[in-house]
């Protein structure tokens, strides 16, 4: 990774509130990309399995087919930034690399909206696992360097980034989900590549603000590597058995993922064998796991014991997260479907003031928050960049625009029909609210170890799931609709968030804690091949419903993704002392 930066960058001569103002526009520029994504994701499952009928008609396909292909396209956004990552460093440099990555999303968005026929569907999907892959490890990496000589500001400087991110997808699940329901589903997808055809522009015409960063990959011999201990020291590269061993794995992972969906759409299957009572694809894919066992094991006997002890510890950290995106990515799926056709969402009388109060609270109070940092960067940067500001301001203008007649709509209705895709903006919202308060915890003397914070989020994941199984207690097995109060939605996603702030950024903290620098990438390649398996398990878990609740309950689906997280939980848990020795003193 670029570790050195020219001397003449001086990235705090000019800042907002107390930060470069670089860091904002890496804000912006993200909070546009995330506002393109969680929109779009909002729709994509309620698109595909809408009736074929009726004003606002989608492809009317079953769930278990929706979930399939919402379970590799997020899947697949978890592996190409470790491709994506690679080339950067190696070739383009970080600035550019981000610049083709939001070309490519945008050009993705854009084919969606030609919702009409399938082949720009998934045209749209394979441009926007390929951008992503291009942007996503990119724009953190020039935000890592631009504080390479201000660690003690880096933590702020995440936080205030990580809001940029929740801000995005609160606003494009918010604005996408209310334009593809109530107007259309092309519209929906065509904004979200209009707002990330704004974010590139905006980054485009401000990217020397970051001096140096990202011009142009180092040589290797101007790389700088961390001081490591003597203990850990001993390098361990790949041979030839092991780097054909990972294309192995990766090829056949990767047709596994594509296959699925493809296999439950169209009928057809690339794995047309079987090998016992296995079918192809299972027995595949149980290689491919096998041997990236294999190779891990392989490869982590051979380090030093401490490090190799710091390496497991990472291993059961991916190991639980694997369980947890399983379970928390069904917000896009099964929780999706339980929104639109289980839950009461008309609202009339004090009901619909009382929600369109809060709904306009929530809405214009962060975005005028959002306005005011807009407004301080153009006091520090728009002499300098000019057109790059008027393009965001452009930007925040329409959003008003459209928040505006959005909220002007809802007053002026009889009764007000709460979009499916509004409670997706739950966890961005209870992420903004309740962030400091988790991180003042995380900063004094009750902070807890890794495992207990990953023991306790899983818990409060369970407990989500449990809301929503005792609200749907009352659903015939079976049905096809419902109309159970929208407070079980709420608490689930209260709960999932505190599930999320105890394990997802604790997570990334660890890892960077317990390995070296030199292995960080290789690390890091590891931990979103987790997220990508649990990713993939949660559009296939999700995809099983139907199955389910056709000869159990709604109950009994949501009671499985309670009872696996809280077992799961209490287990991690137990295993602290262990887990503490394997840390050497890492806290």
């Known amino acids: 990774m670029q570790t050195s930066i020219e001397t003449k960058d ?13 860091l904002f526009v890496l804000f912006f520029t993200e909070m546009w990309e995330r506002f393109s994504y969680y929109g779009m994701r909002a729709l994509l499952v309620l698109f595909l399995t809408s009736s074929i009928l009726g004003q606002n008609p989608g492809w009317g396909w079953p769930r278990e087919h929706a979930l399939a292909i919402y379970g590799s396209y997020t899947s697949l956004a978890y592996l190409t930034p470790i491709l994506g990552g690679y080339i950067a460093d190696r070739f383009l440099g970080y600035r550019w690399a981000v610049i083709i990555g939001a070309f490519l999303m945008t050009l993705g968005h854009l084919s969606m909206a030609f919702e009409f026929n399938p082949i720009f569907m998934y045209l749209g999907l394979c441009l926007l696992v390929l951008g992503n892959g291009f942007f996503k490890p990119n724009m953190t990496s020039i935000l890592s360097h631009m504080y390479k000589k201000h660690p003690e500001k880096k933590d702020g400087a995440y936080t205030i980034f990580y809001m940029g991110v929740n801000c995005g997808s609160f606003l494009g699940m918010l604005l996408c989900g209310y334009i593809g329901e109530k107007i259309g589903w092309s519209y929906g997808f065509g904004l979200a590549g209009i707002f990330m055809f704004v974010g590139m522009l905006q980054f485009y015409f401000t990217k020397n603000i970051f001096g ?18 003597p203990a850990e020291a001993k390098r361990n590269p790949f041979s030839i058995f092991d780097i054909v061993l990972i294309v192995f794995i990766a090829v056949i992972g990767l047709v596994w993922i594509i296959n699925d969906p493809y296999a439950k759409v169209s009928g057809h299957t690339v794995f047309n064998f079987s090998v016992g009572n296995l079918t192809g694809d299972n027995f595949a894919i149980i290689v491919a796991l096998s041997l990236f066992i294999f190779v891990l094991i392989k490869r982590i006997v051979q380090y030093t014991p401490q490090l190799r002890d710091k390496m497991i510890v990472v291993i059961v950290l991916a190991f639980v997260a694997i369980f947890f995106w399983a379970s928390f990515e069904q917000a896009g799926g099964s929780m999706t479907i ?5 839950t009461a969402r008309i609202l009339e009388g004090n009901s619909k003031i009382i929600f369109n109060v809060a709904n306009t609270l929530i809405t214009i109070i962060p975005l005028t928050i959002i306005s005011y940092v807009l407004f301080q960067l153009f006091r520090q940067t728009f002499s300098r960049f000019a057109l790059g500001n008027i393009i965001l301001a452009i930007g925040f203008a329409i959003i008003w625009c459209m928040v505006i007649y959005m909220l002007k709509n809802q007053f002026s209705a009889e009764k007000t029909e709460v979009p499916a895709t509004w409670f997706g903006i739950l966890n961005s ?3 903004i609210s309740c962030a400091p308060i988790v991180s003042k915890l995380w900063e004094s003397k009750y902070s807890p ?8 989020g899983m818990i409060l994941l369970g407990i989500g799931f449990a809301a929503l199984a005792y609200g749907s207690s009352s659903i015939p097995a079976g049905a096809k609709v419902a109309s159970v109060s929208m407070i079980w939605l709420i608490l689930a996603y209260f709960f999932h968030t505190m599930a ?3 394990i997802s950024p604790i997570g990334l903290s660890y890892l960077s804690k317990l390995v070296p620098g030199r292995m960080i990438g290789i690390m890091f390649g590891i931990w979103y091949l987790a997220l990508a398996i649990g ?4 559009g296939t878990m999700g995809g099983m419903i139907d199955k389910i609740t056709a000869q159990y309950s709604m109950s009994t689906f949501f009671l499985i993704f309670t009872l696996i997280p809280v077992g799961l939980g209490i287990f991690i848990m137990l295993l602290t002392p ?10």
């Open 449 to 456: 170890t890794a495992t207990v914070k990953n023991g306790i």
């Open 429 to 431: 919202l209870f992420i």
């Open 212 to 229: 140096s960063i990202g011009l142009k990959p180092l040589k290797d011999e101007d790389k700088v590597d961390e001081e490591e201990h």
């Open 578 to 587: 262990i887990i503490k020795k394997l840390m050497h003193g890492v806290k």
């Open 10 to 22: 001086d990235f705090f001569s000019s800042k907002v509130l107390g930060h470069p103002s670089g």
């Open 338 to 342: 339980f929104a639109k056709d289980y």
């Open 500 to 502: 999320e702030l105890f």
């Open 535 to 538: 990713n993939k398990i949660a």
